[in-house]
């Protein structure tokens, strides 16, 4: 059974790009795999917890001395990161905000990339760090407001949305990872509109190819 896992991290519900484009991935890709399963992740209707100290000491601890106050601080990332490991493949919509992640996204991903869990860390080796994640396509909707923050545009180089997801994710196994973008969010004129045809032909052709779960082939 092929299963998708899909998160949404946009602050929008009603006009967001973003769950636009994943809504529009998610029905056509449902037509390919009628079969399959989609599980959805909604970071700000339910956001993830934020890492704190009590977090810490359990994610370091011995999993065997593990307390079940430890447990009970581990359980939010060890429910995200056992859904990821169920999924075929990964779509996550992600507007950048303010050049970088959502809050409620980065707040996942510090749930998700876990010492002992999803990356190994050996301080005698040569390479310290050892992904744990089995390899699974990623396709990351994204929208800026501002088009010239995408790949090759004049502000590209203050997008730090892409470098972050694309380093985050390759650290935890995760490297096979492809963006369709939108831009020009916030002129709302014939800009915005070709970007957003051009991604919505992008997901439609994902969805024709099988995707997300053919993106690795």
Do not use: C
């Not at 989609?38 to 934020?50: A, G, H, K, W």
């Amino acid at each position: 059974m092929n299963n998708l896992l899909v998160i949404h991290s946009s602050g929008r519900v009603t006009r967001s790009i973003t769950r636009r484009l994943t809504t529009r991935l998610v029905a056509a890709w449902k037509t390919h795999h009628p079969d399959g399963q989609v599980v959805e992740r909604d970071l700000t209707q339910s956001p993830p917890p934020v890492v704190n100290e009590p977090w810490i000491a359990a994610a370091f601890a011995d999993p065997k001395r593990r307390t079940p106050a430890m447990l009970d601080a581990l359980a939010s990332s060890d429910a995200l990161i056992a859904e990821i490991e169920r999924a075929d493949a990964i779509v996550i919509g992600a507007p950048v905000y303010n050049f970088g992640l959502p809050a409620q996204l980065k707040a996942y991903i510090d749930q998700i990339v876990r010492v002992g869990r999803t990356f190994g860390f050996n301080a005698e080796a040569a390479q310290p760090y050892t992904p744990l994640l089995q390899s699974k396509p990623v396709v990351v909707l994204t929208s800026a407001g501002d088009g010239s923050l995408l790949p090759g545009g004049a502000l590209a180089h203050l997008n730090f949305l892409e470098p972050h997801l694309t380093t985050v994710f390759g650290f935890i196994g995760l490297t096979d990872v492809t963006f369709v973008r939108v831009g020009h969010e916030e002129y709302q004129d014939e800009r915005l509109a070709h970007s957003l045809a051009a991604a919505e032909t992008a997901v439609e052709e994902l969805a024709a190819r099988g995707a997300p779960a053919a993106v690795a082939a």
